[in-house]
């Protein structure tokens, strides 16, 4: 059976914010990439909660913080840390190859 | 996610109109516990001296004035405990979440309850039937004495904590405390409740009057100014989503910024609502134009609203 995902790139690494937070829109959505003290990690730019662009969050290096309602969320495994954000972030699958960040994402049907 | 999906924060709009760029709202953003304990270094012995002013006036004529300052100060917590809602008071989020609580014990304000309401009040700013903490523009003076009187305040703040004591949380307040929240918010208001409780039990006991004449009354003589100034943040603002025109800063002196927790600039802080108190004039440097300033201050504001109350402007509307 063929692989139901599959690694797309996303975005140089030299290209990233150090130690920060980069948005990048492609393959029609726009992700958050996270600089984080234990590597590079990707979610969904959307803040679970209600919606907010978490790029423009405040990032310390572990945890983002939501710029509309101050939600907490771990980074690494997307889980909320403080009210509002009752939900985790979703997270998306990364890996760095020849100094790119690449994601798994489901193939389209 | 798609971008129709996004909720544009007021900042996106910002950056998007190259008033700030992502780095430099990076630094602004950044927390330090270092302000704000200053800043407390300076307010609690504030605190004591008004309150020593109330233990020199008694029997005198200055009894009341000095309660009446006294609870300026008191009433001002509400801006501490506002900035620790946001977790930019301090750096260290458990002392948000302490120093908040005690706020809220000062003014009756309950700090869960609070940050999850003003959480929609940032999301629906000024919009009639969504922003829970939104004050119409009053139809007369009448009106508008009444609300600066707290008479409507108290009376809503009191029966808040007394349906929250008994378990009930109505249908407004349900659309912004998630269903897993709502036992703490419960528990909160009777742990408030109990807290007054025992003091005005141990008071009556003890035949204690100290919290009456050093914090309830003074506290209760304060009010109308909170209210006054609360009502400078948006009344008399067009009531649409619009940031650029629906919040007011207020130019006004080094002691009431100093009161206030700079929330004067409070356009700027609903735009970057994770900007610290502390930075918030450097925000304002940056934004300029994009916010709405009202130079005379807080006295220049409710000639604003009280133009438009008595016909003398036509009223700001959704229009
Ligand atoms: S939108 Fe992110 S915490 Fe509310």
Redesign the interface.
Same mark, same amino acid.
């Given at each position: 059976m063929p692989d139901a995902y599959e690694w797309l790139s996303l975005i140089a690494v030299q290209q990233l914010?150090r130690g920060?937070i980069t948005e990048v829109?492609a393959h029609?959505?726009?992700?958050a990439v996270y600089d984080t003290a234990a590597g590079i990690t990707v979610s &969904?730019?959307?803040?679970p909660h209600?919606?907010?662009?978490l790029? #423009?969050?405040?990032? &310390?290096g572990k945890s983002v913080?939501c710029?509309?309602?101050?939600g #907490?969320f771990n980074a690494t495994t997307g889980a909320a840390l403080?009210?509002?954000a009752?939900r985790p972030l979703k997270m998306i699958e990364s890996r760095v190859q020849n100094h790119t960040v690449m994601i798994k994402i489901a193939r389209p049907l | 996610m798609n971008q129709a999906d996004q909720v544009l924060t007021p900042i996106t709009q910002a950056i998007n109109e190259g008033a700030i760029t992502r780095r430099e709202l990076r630094q602004l953003m950044s927390r330090s516990d270092k302000p704000a304990l200053l800043r407390l270094a300076l307010w609690l012995p504030l605190v004591f001296f008004t309150g020593y002013l109330i233990h020199l006036s008694i029997d005198t004529r200055w009894f009341i004035p000095a309660m009446f300052v006294h609870g300026i100060v008191l009433v001002h917590h509400f801006s501490l405990q506002h900035e620790c809602v946001h977790y930019t008071a301090f750096k260290t989020r458990w002392l948000n979440d302490l120093v908040g609580n005690v706020c809220g014990l000062i003014i009756m304000l309950p700090n869960r309850f609070f940050r999850y309401e003003h959480c929609d009040h940032h999301t629906y700013t000024q919009r009639h039937g969504h922003d829970p903490e939104m004050i119409v523009l009053p139809a007369s003076v009448k009106g508008y004495l009444w609300y600066l009187s707290s008479v409507p305040y108290w009376r809503a703040k009191i029966s808040e904590l007394y349906r929250h004591s008994i378990g009930h949380i109505n249908n407004a307040e349900k659309k912004f405390i998630p269903k897993e929240e709502r036992r703490t918010i419960v528990l909160e208001a009777r742990l408030m409740a109990l807290f007054y409780v025992c003091i005005g039990v141990y008071s009556v006991i003890q035949g204690w009057s100290a919290p009456l004449w050093y914090w309830l009354v003074p506290v209760v003589l304060g009010e109308p100014v909170m209210r006054a100034i609360r009502m400078t943040e948006h009344v008399g603002r067009p009531t649409v989503g619009d940031m650029k025109v629906n919040t007011r800063s207020n130019r006004v002196s080094m002691p009431w910024q100093f009161l206030c927790w700079n929330m004067n600039y409070h356009a700027e802080h609903h735009y970057a609502s994770s900007v610290p108190f502390h930075a918030l004039p450097l925000l304002s440097n940056k934004l300029g134009s994009h916010v709405y300033t009202e130079n005379r201050g807080y006295v220049g504001a409710h000639i604003d609203m009280l133009a438009q109350i008595v016909g003398r402007k036509p009223r700001a509307s959704a229009g």
């Open positions: 914010e920060d829109t029609g959505r726009t992700f &969904d730019a959307r803040c209600a919606g907010a662009n790029c #423009l969050g405040y990032f &310390d913080e710029p509309l309602h101050q #907490l403080a009210a509002p009752t | -």
